[in-house]
C-alpha cells in the first residue's frame, strides 16, 4: 500500500507479485507504478488524487487499473484519481479494465486493455491513443470516455465493442 509517497523527484513503485494500493503518490517529475503480476487500485472509497506528477504518470499492471475496490459507496466506479492537469499512460498488460478519473483537465496519452476503458474528467479529456479489445467472447471491451466541463479531443480511439463520448459542457 503506497498510502503517502512524496518525492521531489520522480516516483517508481513496483510490485514484482500481487497488487499495488495507492492512497496518494506525488512526484514532482514522472510518477511510473507497476503491477507485474497484479492490480493497481485505490486505496480509498474516495475522489481525491491518488497519483500528482510533475511530468507523465505510467501505469502498468496485469489485471486491473481501477475499478476493483470491494465496497464503493463515494466513488461508485473505484478509479484511480489523477490530479488536475497530469498526463497519463495505463497499460493492461493481460486482462483487465481500466477506470481512471481525472480531478480536473486530463491527458491521456495511451490507454490499453483487454478489457473495458473508462475514463472520466472534470475539465477537458484529451485522449491520444486508446484502445481496448477482447481475449474472449464474455469480455467486455467498451471504451468511455466522458467530461463534465471543458470538452474532449479524441485522436485515436479504438474498441472492438462500442466507443461511448460524453461532453457535458464545453
Do not use: C, F
Not at 520522480?10 to 492490480?39: E, Q, R
Not at 464474455?138 to 479524441?154: E, K, N, P, Q, R
Amino acid at each position: 500500500v503506497a498510502t503517502l509517497v512524496n518525492s521531489v523527484d520522480a516516483v517508481t513503485l513496483t510490485a514484482d507479485a500481487g497488487d499495488v494500493t495507492l492512497g496518494s503518490v506525488t512526484a514532482a517529475t514522472t510518477a511510473d507504478i507497476t503491477a507485474t503480476l497484479g492490480a493497481i487500485n485505490d486505496a480509498s472509497d474516495d475522489k481525491l488524487a491518488d497519483v500528482t506528477a510533475g511530468g507523465v504518470i505510467t501505469l502498468t499492471a496485469q489485471n486491473e487499473i481501477g475499478g476493483g475496490e470491494p465496497t464503493k459507496s463515494v466513488d461508485s466506479a473505484g478509479a484511480v484519481e489523477i490530479a488536475a492537469g497530469d498526463t497519463v499512460s495505463a497499460s493492461s498488460t493481460g486482462t483487465g479494465n481500466i477506470v481512471l478519473a481525472g480531478l480536473g483537465a486530463l491527458d491521456v496519452t495511451a490507454a490499453t486493455a483487454d478489457g473495458a476503458i473508462t475514463v472520466t474528467a472534470a475539465g477537458q479529456l484529451t485522449a491520444t491513443n486508446v484502445a481496448s479489445g477482447e481475449s474472449t467472447e464474455s469480455t467486455v471491451a467498451d471504451v468511455t470516455l466522458s467530461t463534465t466541463t471543458g470538452g474532449i479531443v479524441a485522436t485515436l480511439v479504438n474498441s472492438v465493442d462500442a466507443v461511448t463520448l460524453t461532453a457535458d459542457a464545453g
